[in-house]
Structure formats: structure tokens, C-alpha cells
């Protein structure tokens, strides 16, 4: 066959420049493109030698070789696939929306399986001059009596195409890398993004430079290959010590027997597991095998929790394994990484219409070919079946949670802490996930017990008051029938309206005092430490109005002070508000003066939930120049007039120690509410040695 040249069957001139430019986001991709293509020829061959339409050569190795040549730069893709013939070439490469698998398909619809045909030869290959100022390939048909086959472009509209010079089947593909692109030519560059793009791709994947100084290693000759090229035979004596025996007595011992060993050229190590985990049954793998694979793909030493290994076939293709790291970071610094592949194709990282948004905290692999892919492989087409395979991930992980929290309690409870933020962010995100977990999310309560959040709305229930008995034989009931229903009307509309109150801590360290006076009156709270704990509980409130989440310092629990009315606190209250009020120089200042049950209490903060909430919401949204209190009321100061100390102030008021007193108390109860800010901080240490020198007078 002659030289000769031709147009490529496109619509622009302008289109490689588009190509280039827009056909992928990430320039390194076309090495998962070319490699890609090399696999599906592969995995052609295979099929046509399975059918009985071809016989592999005695030699014959499915493999896919990269070389790097930096001095020319260029790259080299070579596979030992199907092959092309010249007119095959001229449909596949020359007609840039056309699919080389379709063709195949289309002839062995009845014998093959579409499943695993990517595409050979379309738009993929054009991803090469991305990063090739010109293109050369080189092909040889499997069919009998085929005639090597060379085509070449330098990236315009024009290509060439004549006879080759390749003398075994299969593809080679050489770019002549631009300026810019000259770092694919490193090999440690190519290397990286190798692995990046296929280290699980089905065929082995060698990587090697050109014109490279040759490497060798030494075995054992029993170890010997027919593939390997022998340099040298080299025989080693045994090794003696003289050491001492049980009698005391030295004598010679051999420490390693004679062995014959042989030098060969250094054996090429394929990139790639083209078996990787993910794509065996569950009951053949191994705890050690899942460790193993999570540290070699995700570098993380640190053991994940526990694992769930999906494996379908229908309705659609879907396997894959997703790992539950520990977490000891807080939630908003968490990142996961799932990655998606294709028929052991990477695709791409944290792709959120295939994988639950709050699954993306988790550390996985998704293999999935039956995802419509686009051109670049990278975006996802809008298609019910992604629609189906996210809601079936998210139930077969809810279904192992919740399958764990009724079979494995124990281990459940001990995973709680690490898993919440997944779960939690999950029940916020997905209403269906929320539903299967519901009953199976758990609170860990002051003595460190977990409890579900029904077992914590039963603990905290009020109890009804006793009902008066029925002295209707001895009272007449004067109402009127439609005065009676009015009446039930009302009281069931206050029954609906009564909630089931569930206090919680955010520190237990700082929140101490007010965990005391909880325990010594019998009551419970539950930890809730993680930022996800806010809209969490907010969360669990819309979906259940009979319950509400308070700060255990939001307010002063009834049954934490005596029953006195304000009346009788009236002038305590009006002497100290003014003192406190003068003493740290805030008229606005907010007091409250109860007579608490514990009298070694003598000062606390406290804040509304509702204001706290929303103090909470603007600073997410970086809203600190906002006034807190037009949102709700300012933080109360509360004083225990049962207390010795606020006693003393409210008798000696016009003492010249009580502003400093004043100003002591207010920070302690502070302190036990929120961290004091450095100048407020300073100040009370001052202040603290302050008094201590009083003291020590």
C-alpha cells in the first residue's frame, strides 16, 4: 500500500484546538485514555481466541508496555492486543465520533459480552494531542495475511496512512510531546499519574525508559524462569561460625548451606493488581487481605473500623468496598475518598451523583460498568440508573449499621464515637437513611452508656401528675355539654404542645459544675462534642415535635431550686443587680437570683437554647458584626442566694473588695460556661492573685 493522505471526518477545523483545550479538565488524563484502549484490544483478542477465532503464539503475554524517551521527547504506548488493518484505521481513527466497539459488537453481539467494552479507538485516542504536537501509529491486524499498518498526524485536519513496519500483533502508539507537555516524559511523572489513572486496570501495565543502562538481580537458580536472561552463574560455599556448644566446647557450624545462584537481567514489575479486591467474592477474601488493600490504596496506616464489601449483579453491575476510617479530627476537617472506576478504569474521586454526598466521608472503591459516561469518562450523564446506585449504596450501608447495632451491640457501641459524624450527616442528608437508622442512632449518657434516642426520650419523660379522684357524686358539674368538649379540646391541644425536654453537654470538662448539680438531682444528660451535634439535633426535633434538645446551661432546672416566689427574693435581686450591674460596668447586664438546693454553688451562666442556636449560625456564616441579642436574649447571670459569698455581697454591697468580687464571680460562672477571651483571661489571673494576696495579709 502507497502513502497516501486524507481528511479526518470531522465538522471544524478548529477542533483539535478544542480538544486540547476542553475535552478533558485534567491534562493527564489521556494516559488513562491510551491505556484504556490498549486493555479493550486485549480483552478483544481474548474473546476472539475464547470463540475459536484466533490462537495466541506459544510466546503470547496480554501486556501493555509505556516508554518514556525524555532525549526524544516522546512517549510510547504499545499493546499486544487486536491489532488494525488499514481500513480499520481509517474507521476508527479517521472518524472521530465513531467507536471501534460498537463495530465489534454489532458482528459478536451473540457471542460477547458488552459489559467490558469501554470503546476502542474513539474520542479517546484524540485525547493524545492534548499533549502531542504529532502522533504516529503503528498496527498490526490479528487476521491472517494482514500488512502492518502506519498512520501519522501532526494535529491539523490532514493525516497519513501507509504500510508499517510492525512485526507482531498489536498496537503501537508513539506522541511527539509539545513543550509544555515534556514532563510525560519523566519517567517518575509517568509513573505517577500510571498509578493515579490504572493501577487496577485488567492488564498488566509496564513502565520502562528508553535506551535505559540494563538492571540485574540475583536468585536462587531453582527459582529461574524461561523467561529470564541469564548473565552469570555464581556459586556460594556455605557459611561457617565457630560457636560454643551446650558443653562448653567451640565448634564449627554452618550457618547457611552452599547454593548455586544466578545473575539475570532485572525482572519488569507491572504498575498494576489486575485482580485487585474489590472484584472477589466476599468469602474469599481476608480480614488481613481488606487492611492491606485499604493501607496500599488510601496510605493510611491507621486501621479502619470496619468494612462493607458490595457485590451485585442485578439490576445492575455494582461492586466495590467501603472502609469506616477512625476519626480523631473534627468533622469539618474530615475528608474521604471514594474512588470510581469503570470496568477497573479510574474515573474519577468523590463523584456526588454516584456516592451519597455524606458517604464521601468515608474511604472507598466503587466499580460500576454500567454508568453512562461522557466523553471525558470524567462527569456522570443524568440516567435513572445513577439515581438507583446511589440509593443502593446508601441502603446496603445502612443495612450493615443497623444489622451491626442488633447483632454486634457491643462492637456497635465501641464504633459509635468514630462512626456518628458519618451517620449523623447521613440522617441530615438523606431522609430514607435517616428512617432505616432512626432506631438505631445512639446517645452516650454522663455515666458513658449508650443509649438509643427512644431509651433517652423514656428516661426523661415527666412524669404525668396524679389525677384528683372523682368527686363528681359529690360535686355538681355546672358546664354545659359544649363547654366540657371546649375544655377537652384545650387540654388535648396542651398535651400535644407539652415536649419531652433531653438535656445535653457539649464539654464536659467546662460544663462540670452544672453536671454536678445534675447528678445530685438524678438527672441525665447525653455528650454531644462534635460540630455536627447542632444541626443534628435540630434535625431530630422537625422530624419528632414531641422532643427538644437543651444545653444543660440554657436554663436552671426546677428541681435544682427551692420553691421560693420572686416576691421573696424581690429586694436580693434589686441589690445585687445594681452591685453586679456597677461592678463590671454593664447596664444591661442580665440577673437572676434563685435559692439553689446546693449552697457551695454560687454563680452560673446561663443561655437560651434558641439564642445559642443562632449565635452558633452566625458565626458559621462568618456573621460576627451582628448583634446576638437582636436574636434572643443575652446570657442571664445567675446568683445562688442560698451561697455565703453572694450573701456577704448582697449584705456588704458598699465593701470596698465587693466590684472585685463581683467581678470574680462573674468569670468563674463564665468559665464554666465558655472560654474566656485572652484579655478577659488576663485580667482574672491578675485578679486571682489579687485576692489571694488579701487573703495572705
Not at 66 to 72: A, D
Not at 143 to 151: K, L, M, N, R, S
Not at 173 to 200: D, H, M, P, W
Not at 668 to 685: C, D, G, N, Q, R
Request: aromatic share 10%; net charge negative.
Amino acid at each position: 500500500m502507497n502513502n497516501r493522505t486524507g481528511n479526518l471526518s470531522i465538522d471544524s477545523d478548529n477542533i483539535f484546538p478544542i480538544i486540547k483545550k476542553w475535552l478533558y479538565s485534567d491534562h493527564d488524563i489521556f494516559f488513562r485514555e491510551m491505556v484504556s484502549n490498549g486493555c479493550d484490544a486485549i480483552t478483544k483478542l481474548k474473546k476472539l481466541e475464547v470463540m475459536g477465532e484466533y490462537t495466541f503464539p506459544e510466546d503470547y503475554k496480554a501486556r501493555i508496555q509505556v516508554i518514556v524517551n525524555p532525549e526524544e521527547k516522546t512517549l510510547k504506548f504499545i499493546d499486544t492486543g487486536i491489532g488494525m488493518t488499514a481500513d480499520e484505521v481509517e474507521e476508527y481513527i479517521t472518524k472521530i465520533a465513531f467507536s471501534g466497539a460498537t463495530a465489534f459488537l454489532e458482528k459478536y453481539k451473540d457471542k460477547t459480552n458488552a459489559d467490558e467494552m469501554i470503546g476502542h479507538f474513539g474520542l479517546g485516542f484524540y485525547s493524545a494531542f492534548m499533549v502531542a504536537d504529532e502522533v504516529h501509529i503503528d498496527t498490526l491486524s490479528y487476521q491472517d495475511g494482514a500488512t502492518a499498518v502506519h498512520w501519522e498526524c501532526d494535529g491539523g485536519t490532514q493525516y497519513t496512512i501507509g504500510d508499517g513496519s510492525k512485526t507482531t500483533v498489536g498496537t503501537e502508539i508513539t506522541l511527539f510531546l509539545n513543550e509544555e507537555s515534556l514532563e510525560f516524559a519523566n519517567e517518575y511523572r509517568a509513573r505517577e499519574v500510571l498509578e493515579k489513572y490504572c493501577s487496577f486496570m485488567p492488564v498488566e501495565i509496564f513502565l520502562s525508559k528508553a535506551n535505559a543502562e540494563q538492571e540485574y538481580e540475583t536468585i536462587d537458580e531453582s527459582e529461574l524462569r524461561e523467561d529470564d536472561v541469564v548473565v552469570e552463574h555464581i556459586h556460594e560455599d556455605a557459611k561457617t561460625e565457630e560457636k560454643e556448644n551446650e558443653n562448653g566446647e567451640k565448634e564449627v557450624v554452618e550457618v547457611s548451606p552452599a547454593r548455586d545462584r544466578v545473575k539475570i537481567n532485572k525482572r519488569p514489575v507491572a504498575l498494576n493488581d489486575i485482580h485487585p479486591l474489590w472484584t472477589k467474592h466476599p468469602n474469599d477474601c481476608t480480614e488481613e487481605e481488606y487492611k492491606e488493600f485499604y493501607r496500599k490504596v488510601f496510605m493510611d496506616y491507621k486501621e479502619p473500623l470496619f468494612w462493607i464489601h458490595l457485590n451485585m449483579d442485578y439490576p445492575f453491575n455494582l461492586k466495590g468496598i467501603l472502609y469506616f476510617p477512625k476519626i480523631n479530627t473534627e468533622y469539618d476537617s474530615v475528608e474521604g475518598t471514594i474512588k470510581l472506576y469503570n470496568n477497573q478504569v479510574f474515573i474519577a474521586d468523590n463523584i456526588k451523583e454516584v456516592i451519597p454526598e455524606f458517604l464521601m466521608l468515608l474511604k472507598g472503591v466503587i466499580d460500576c460498568p454500567d454508568l453512562p459516561l461522557n466523553v471525558s469518562r470524567s462527569a456522570l450523564q443524568n440516567d435513572g440508573t445513577v439515581k438507583k446506585i446511589a440509593d443502593y449504596i446508601s441502603k446496603k450501608v445502612a443495612d450493615k449499621l443497623t444489622g451491626m447495632c442488633k447483632t454486634e451491640r457491643e462492637s456497635y457501641e465501641k464504633y459509635w464515637d468514630d462512626i456518628s459524624p458519618f451517620i449523623k450527616y447521613g440522617c441530615i442528608k438523606d431522609d430514607k437513611f435517616y428512617d432505616r437508622m432512626k432506631d438505631c442512632l445512639l446517645f452516650k449518657n454522663l455515666d458513658s452508656k449508650y443509649l438509643t434516642l427512644q431509651d433517652f426520650i423514656e428516661e426523661n419523660k415527666e412524669k404525668e401528675p396524679e389525677k384528683p379522684e372523682d368527686n363528681a357524686a359529690d360535686t355538681e358539674n355546672t358546664n354545659t355539654p359544649e363547654q366540657t368538649a371546649d375544655s377537652d379540646e384545650v387540654e388535648e391541644e396542651e398535651t400535644e404542645k407539652k415536649k419531652t425536654t433531653l438535656f445535653y453537654v457539649t464539654d464536659e470538662v467546662q460544663q462540670s459544675q452544672y453536671i454536678n448539680m445534675f447528678k445530685e438531682q438524678g438527672i441525665d444528660a447525653v455528650i454531644l462534642k462534635h460540630n455536627i451535634d447542632s444541626p443534628f439535633i435540630t434535625h431530630l426535633e422537625r422530624q419528632n415535635d414531641t422532643i427538644k434538645f437543651e444545653r444543660i446551661d440554657a436554663s436552671v432546672n426546677d428541681s435544682m431550686k427551692e420553691e421560693v416566689s420572686e416576691e421573696d427574693l424581690k429586694e436580693e435581686k434589686d441589690t445585687l443587680t445594681d452591685v453586679f450591674r456597677k461592678a463590671l460596668n454593664n447596664d444591661k447586664l442580665e440577673v437572676k437570683v434563685e435559692k439553689l438546693k446546693n449552697a457551695k454553688v454560687s454563680s452560673m451562666i446561663i443561655l437560651s437554647e434558641e439564642t445559642r442556636r443562632m449565635q452558633d449560625m452566625m458565626k458559621m456564616y462568618n456573621m460576627y458584626d451582628m448583634d446576638p441579642t437582636m436574636f434572643g436574649g443575652p446570657a442571664t447571670l445567675v446568683l445562688n442566694a442560698n451561697n455565703e459569698l453572694v450573701q456577704y455581697i448582697f449584705q456588704n454591697k458598699d465593701s470596698e473588695h465587693v466590684p472585685m468580687m463581683c467581678e470574680q464571680l462573674y468569670d468563674l460562672a463564665m468559665l464554666s460556661h465558655k472560654p474566656l477571651a485572652p484579655e478577659e483571661m488576663t485580667k482574672f489571673i491578675a485578679r486571682s492573685n489579687e485576692i489571694m494576696m488579701l487573703l495572705a495579709k
